[in-house]
């Protein structure tokens, strides 16, 4: 019976013996040295860590369901390795070489905005950018409900709740977030950004991890509850099917280099409008990736993209999302530090965390539903992605959740919502911080 299930057994789609034979390999070469440090060095052993994990995570009872499964269990051992400085100094500064000068967070973040949008059908992206911001402030209004809730528990008052608690966990990430709202913290109050950005680091680094880890139970909630969410794609719940998956011929190489060039073209379109051309509208800061959503959503609804190059960006996009995602999540683990996490950890911190994130899901979800969004679909892009560390963190959640399908919705979390909290912080700042 075992050998019949080996013989089935195929991890990362090879036969179990190539495919194990090959990780010993790059384990053997990061143990005596001789694995290149380079991209693709970088690559194998990134890979090799994660495809192990990911096929022992995915086989673990109520780990596999209620956790997150191998993605998650991923990013828990990377996280733990490269903390505990497990890892040859040369492949951990591999690892960051990729994730950092390299950027291939953001690499793979443009091919998934890409395909994601353009796989929509123009009524169902009208739809459900309309009905987006709305669902986000029903996320901001939960968490603030239930965080306030949670310091009269503690004895902190509501204005330091939003200010300390709410503001840094439901502000977009730590870059995008946390680092400006402590610079804004400072202009207004006088005090030091050392002072708020040291405890909001603190409080959204252990919102991370609560919003990965509802992640996981709200896609379990969905195989429970099918009528409360949707395909992984979309968040409307009129059953408007996409049009690339509409598209039964596979996609030819040059079609997949077409899309290829298209990615990195709206790419290079974002960032000129948002570090040239537009940075600011309005005084508010725009993002390239909110700027490449915008731009992708505007070819998409003037039809200019051929059918055949949808259905490649569509199928480039499923590629990122189910095999080099592995990657990704290694990376945010090595970038993950467990003594920061634990020092952390007071019973105040958690609770307050925990109920802002649980009030940011309930806010999302009830009001996606008044807008016709899935309640779960909406719960884990409008206030999930919110709230967690930005770019790495919306990988993380969506992995653990099976919606990398949801990545452009995702990321106007992470910007557009970030900037609104970032405005807030101003005004929240001068009307209570001094």
């Known amino acids: 019976m075992s050998s019949l299930k080996l013989d089935g057994f195929r991890p990362f789609g090879l036969s179990w013996p190539l495919c194990l034979g090959f990780i010993l390999i790059v384990f053997a070469g990061v143990v005596t040295g001789s694995l290149s440090t380079d991209l693709a060095g970088g690559f194998a052993f990134m890979l090799a860590l994660g495809i192990v994990c990911n096929e022992i995570g995915e086989r673990i009872p109520v780990w596999n369901s209620y956790i997150g499964g191998g993605l998650v269990l991923a990013f828990v051992v990377s996280a733990y390795l490269f903390t505990n400085k497990y890892i040859p100094a040369a492949y951990e500064d591999s690892v960051r070489m990729i994730m950092d000068k390299a950027d291939f967070l953001s690499f793979f973040i443009v091919f998934l905005i890409c395909g ?38 503690f004895g902190v008052s509501p204005k330091l709740v939003l200010l300390n608690y709410v503001l840094p966990i439901m502000g977009g990430g730590n870059g995008a977030g946390a680092v400006p709202l402590s610079q804004i913290y400072e202009s207004v109050t006088g005090d030091k950004a050392a002072n708020y950005y040291t405890f909001a680091i603190a409080v959204l680094t252990i919102a991370n991890i609560f919003a990965i880890l509802t992640a996981a139970l709200l896609d ?106 592995l990657i990704i999540m290694v990376g945010v683990g090595a970038d993950t530090d467990l003594n920061e996490l634990a020092n952390a950890i ?89």
């Open 116 to 153: 994601s949008v353009l796989g929509l059908e123009k009524k169902l992206l009208l739809r459900s950018f309309a009905g987006y911001l709305p669902a986000i402030f029903g996320g901001l209004i939960g968490a603030s409900i239930l965080g306030i809730a949670g310091g009269l528990l």
């Open 220 to 325: 379990q909630v969905g195989k429970r509850k099918p009528s409360w969410t949707g395909d992984g794609s979309s968040l409307i719940r009129a059953g408007i099917e996409m049009d690339a998956e509409k598209e039964d011929r596979i996609p030819s190489i040059k079609e997949m280099g077409g899309a290829f060039f298209l990615g990195v073209g709206l790419y290079a379109a974002g960032n000129l409008l948002g570090k040239a051309l537009l940075p600011t509208v309005f005084g508010v800061e725009i993002h390239p990736f909110a700027w490449m959503i915008i731009l992708v959503t505007i070819l998409a609804m003037l039809g200019v993209v051929p059918q055949e190059t949808k259905a490649a960006a569509k199928r480039l996009t499923s590629f990122m999302s189910s095999c080099l995602v």
């Open 346 to 434: 007071t019973l105040s911190n958690v609770v307050m965390a925990f109920l802002i994130v649980v009030g940011a899901i309930l806010g999302s979800a009830v009001v996606g539903q008044l807008v016709g969004f899935y309640p779960i679909d909406s719960a884990i892009t409008a206030s999930l992605c919110m709230a967690n560390r930005g770019g790495s963190g919306d990988l993380a959640v969506l992995g653990a959740s099976h919606r990398m399908g949801l990545i452009a919705y995702a990321q106007l979390s992470s910007r557009l919502g970030g900037g609104i909290v970032l405005i807030l912080g101003s005004l929240l700042f001068g009307t209570f911080g001094k």
